[in-house]
């Protein structure tokens, strides 16, 4: 595209829903911290393990007032909200670290994964769809399509458990779990690369199908569309007709679903970290939730909040810039 | 399309789509590193992570830290030897006073030297209420510790207390470290620095800790040069990635474990344990509490059928919380499984079978819960097999599931099928079981167990220093537990290890309830020895 790109509207858009998103955070943090304490996991016994099954009645008081949980729900909240806003996430109680600490060690593996399953996820979805659209009915589109229904059903964490099954266990091609090698203390590129692959194959395939079929309903729809008769009466390439005219507008709708599916890639980690045991955040907030660790489960919380907000955010300005009829609302 | 058809494109897609991300992914240079090839290196897996690495937070309380020393340590027969103390510690007269001798010349992994301000520092830091130590408790006895001199550090204590030496296995941290920073959240925690064989080079939490032989070690630096604990929570994995040779030993649960038996370059250790598995009946349950009707239980159960059925023979039957080859079992307190005296016992106490087969006593039907932790499957097998026995002498009994959460406020009340167990003295588990002033204490004493006998004797049993002595006071507490059993101890587990061959035969310590990092016969793998003599040094 050439022309220039319509940085004002943008931006402003951009604008409108960071201040939106305040009061839409601290109210999720506020839903985190009742939900947290209205919850029957008690956070001393989380805190002491083992340990608390033989301590005394005195010693687990003493935890609970040096661990604050035992104020009230409204005044934890706020402690934490404060502070929060002057840049201090608090300790974790059950990473015995700061709240900062855990997300800055973890915050990358998670990321690699979740990007990497994402690119698998619209890469091989857009190439299958259109593959697909092309010959609807064919035995491609069938088996795909079968494969894509039977997918979009399948829970991440069950194909987490078959991929470890088949690739680790009996094929015995690929680890099946951790960042390195158990025997490896140093994380080299090589070793990173082939514990990524399982996982991220696992979270990208649960991920595909709606890209699949997205891509292949637009790619289907444009192709009995006018624009495409009129490129192929000229005699355009079929190539030129499939990539340039039903691709482009058969994206369309990809668009929002890129923005939609956050949510469900957070999820999708959540289980496929804590199935191929990888060192990420997901794998703690699943630790922090069981644990009730107020802090951790809050600061958690608010990156998810915030990565939801931010793919509707990417997903509206990429839709405004595809299609020229839709404003930067209003 | 038919099923079958389907089926093979499922496959045949999926199959396709995870190569073409594998080839998209993977690094044409990346070749899998052998693991334990290397002769002067072992990995393990374990079941079990700590929260923290902090001795200050409970980290290796009972030894075998890798890391850090504590003032003693506990030999493979369990007997206290010196560690950072030069020997063990004199105890005066009237014990109440322990003075320890410091080892000189030893050094952190930073290179400082240790010291007793050290000593101090990690005593007086853990005793600290701001400190979130959740196991303070078992210090309780302490008054204080001081350092005189350089080379000296002497704890006083609030009252006599015989097994305090035992407590001092406890790690040792640097004050030059542990004292900057916050106790609780500081880099401690997960860096930790200590005079130990090894050093922590990594800790990649869910994952694995890996360490690095420590070469100026104090007891010489261990030939095992480069060490990994693999956290691996599910055992069929655990099992695989050991027959893989992932892994050079694991702990597995008895039938996994039966699958190495005929493998010749594996061996299998059996550890006895001090882990007992038993039925808190409740002293506020009018049916539970009485003590007919714990008198019959106690003889009604089957608890070599629970051995060899639950725990297919690797444990043994467990009639108190000390386990039957103990040198502080009271022989002779042994209970053969009779129903017929068990029937006597309850009809005899008036307790007449009513007309579905439930024994009534004063309109009282014979029943009452018995609660299980969720998803663990050797109590839920226990309370089972528990229930079912009880049955047969006329005592219903309900099995139920739940968490902690849901058991706790239920303890008063209703049975628990618990589990426990500290081996490096008697007083630890029998204080806290029995003692009725710790009824409702937390998780001590679950059954609310209030024998005045009892109270006297283990009193009597930690207070004196005189072994004798003391084995007389447990003596009379097994016998009052024949007599009134607030708790139907059913078996003592052994813990299975497999480990591969070429570190020669390997020993195993009397293992406590929570087997964490510190048990298995990696206990002390800074002693292995990786030549090829095939004996490990003790």
Redesign the interface.
């Known amino acids: 595209m050439s022309r220039r790109l319509p940085w004002g509207p943008m931006a402003r858009m951009a604008g409108r829903r960071a201040l939106f998103a305040v009061p839409v955070l601290g109210v999720v943090t506020f839903g985190v911290f009742a939900v947290a304490a209205a919850s029957?996991?008690?956070p001393v016994?989380a805190?002491?393990?083992?340990?608390?099954?033989?301590?005394?009645?005195?010693?687990?008081d003493?935890?609970r007032a040096?661990?604050g949980v035992d104020q009230p729900l409204v005044a934890r909240w706020w402690d934490w909200l404060t502070s929060a806003v002057q840049g201090d996430f608090g300790?974790?109680?059950?990473?015995?670290?700061?709240v900062a600490d855990v997300i800055a060690e973890r915050m990358g593996w998670s990321v690699l994964l979740a990007a990497?399953a994402f690119l698998?996820a619209i890469l091989?979805g857009t190439g299958l769809g259109v593959l697909a659209a092309r010959r609807p009915g064919g035995w491609l589109d069938?088996?795909?399509s079968?494969?894509a229904y039977?997918l979009e059903a399948a829970p991440a964490f069950w194909l987490g458990l078959l991929?470890?099954w088949f690739?680790a266990?009996k094929l015995?091609v690929?680890?099946?779990?951790?960042?390195?090698?158990?025997?490896?203390?140093v994380v080299?590129?090589?070793?990173v690369?082939?514990h990524?692959?399982l996982p991220?194959?696992v979270l990208?395939?649960s991920q595909?199908p709606w890209f699949f079929l997205y891509v292949r309903q637009g790619v289907a729809d444009a192709l009995a569309e006018d624009p495409v008769r009129g490129a192929r009466a000229r005699g355009l390439s079929e190539r030129t007709v499939l990539l340039g005219h039903a691709l482009r507008s058969g994206m369309l709708p990809m668009l929002t679903l890129i923005g939609s599916r956050v949510p469900e890639l957070i999820t999708g980690a959540l289980l496929v970290e804590t199935v191929f045991?990888w060192?990420g955040i997901a794998?703690a907030t699943v630790?922090a939730a069981t644990s009730v660790d107020f802090s951790l489960l809050a600061a958690l919380t608010v990156l998810a909040t915030a990565a939801v907000l931010l793919g509707n955010l990417l997903s509206d300005l990429l839709y405004g810039l595809a299609d020229p009829r839709v404003a930067f609302d209003g | 399309m038919t099923a079958r058809s389907i089926r093979v494109a499922v496959a045949a897609t999926l199959a396709t789509a995870l190569s073409l991300t594998a080839a998209a992914c993977s690094n044409p240079d990346s070749a899998k590193s052998g693991s334990g090839s290397g002769s002067t290196s072992a990995v393990v897996g374990i079941a079990y992570e700590p929260d923290s690495l902090s001795p200050l937070l409970g980290y290796g309380k009972d030894g075998n830290s890798k890391i850090f020393d504590g003032l003693l340590a506990l030999d493979v027969d369990m007997k206290l030897r010196p560690a950072l103390a030069a020997q063990l510690p004199e105890v005066s007269a009237d014990g109440l006073t322990y003075t320890y001798k410091l080892r000189q010349g030893v050094k952190f992994s930073d290179g400082k030297a240790f010291g007793a301000k050290d000593v101090v520092f990690t005593y007086r830091t853990i005793l600290d209420e701001k400190t979130n130590n959740p196991s303070r408790t078992e210090l309780d006895a302490v008054k204080d510790v001081t350092a005189q001199g350089e080379d000296t550090v002497v704890f006083t204590l609030k009252y006599p207390y015989a097994p305090f030496a035992q407590r001092t296995v406890l790690p040792i941290a640097p004050e030059h470290i542990a004292g900057r920073q916050d106790v609780n959240t500081g880099a401690f925690t997960t860096e930790p620095v200590g005079t130990g064989p090894y050093v922590l080079t990594k800790w990649s939490k869910g994952e694995k800790l890996s360490f690095t032989a420590n070469p100026d070690y104090w007891g010489g630096a261990p030939e095992v040069k480069k060490f990994t604990m693999a956290i691996i929570k599910d055992d069929d994995v655990r099992a695989t990635r050991l027959r893989s040779g992932d892994l050079d030993g694991a702990i597995l649960p008895p039938n996994l474990a039966k699958g190495f038996a005929d493998d010749k370059a594996k061996k299998t250790y059996a550890a006895n344990s001090y882990d007992y598995r038993t039925v808190t009946l409740p002293t506020n349950n009018k049916v539970a509490g009485d003590t007919a009707v714990r008198r019959a239980l106690d003889v009604a159960v089957d608890r070599q059928a629970m051995v060899d059925a639950i725990l297919n023979g690797s444990g043994k039957p467990a009639y108190g919380p000390v386990p039957t080859d103990s040198e502080w079992f009271t022989k002779g307190t042994e209970r053969t499984h009779d129903l017929a005296a068990a029937k006597k016992i309850l009809d005899e106490a008036g307790w007449k079978p009513g007309k579905d087969g439930v024994r009534v006593k004063d309109g009282v039907r014979a029943t009452f819960p018995l609660w299980y932790l969720s998803g663990d499957k050797l109590r839920q097998e226990h309370a089972l097999a528990y229930a079912s026995d009880a049955k047969k002498a006329g005592i219903d009994i309900r099995t139920e599931a739940g968490t902690w959460e849901v058991i706790e406020p239920r303890m008063k009340h209703d049975a628990v099928l618990a589990g426990g167990g500290s081996p490096a003295d008697p007083d630890f588990d029998q204080y806290t079981l029995l003692k009725s002033s710790l009824a409702g204490d937390g998780f001590n004493n679950m059954a609310w167990y209030d024998n005045k006998a009892v109270d006297a004797a283990i009193e009597a049993g930690r207070k004196s220093g005189d072994k004798a002595e003391r084995k007389k006071a447990y003596d009379t507490v097994q016998r009052e537990l024949v007599k009134n059993p607030g708790y139907t101890f059913l078996t003592h587990i052994d813990h299975l290890y497999v480990v591969d061959d070429r570190f020669g035969a390997l020993t195993t310590q009397v293992e406590p309830h929570d087997h964490g990092l510190a048990s298995g016969p990696w206990w002390n793998v800074e002693k292995w020895s990786t030549g090829n003599t095939g004996d490990a040094k003790q």
């Open positions: 029957p996991f008690d016994k805190y002491a393990g083992t340990a608390g099954l033989t301590a005394s009645q005195e010693n687990l003493q935890l040096n661990l300790d974790s109680s059950v990473m015995r670290q700061p990497t698998v091989l069938r088996c795909v079968s494969v039977t991929a470890i690739f266990l015995d690929l680890p099946a779990g951790g960042l390195t090698d158990a025997a490896s203390d080299t590129f090589g070793q690369a082939s990524l692959v991220a194959a990208g395939i595909l045991s060192p794998a630790q």
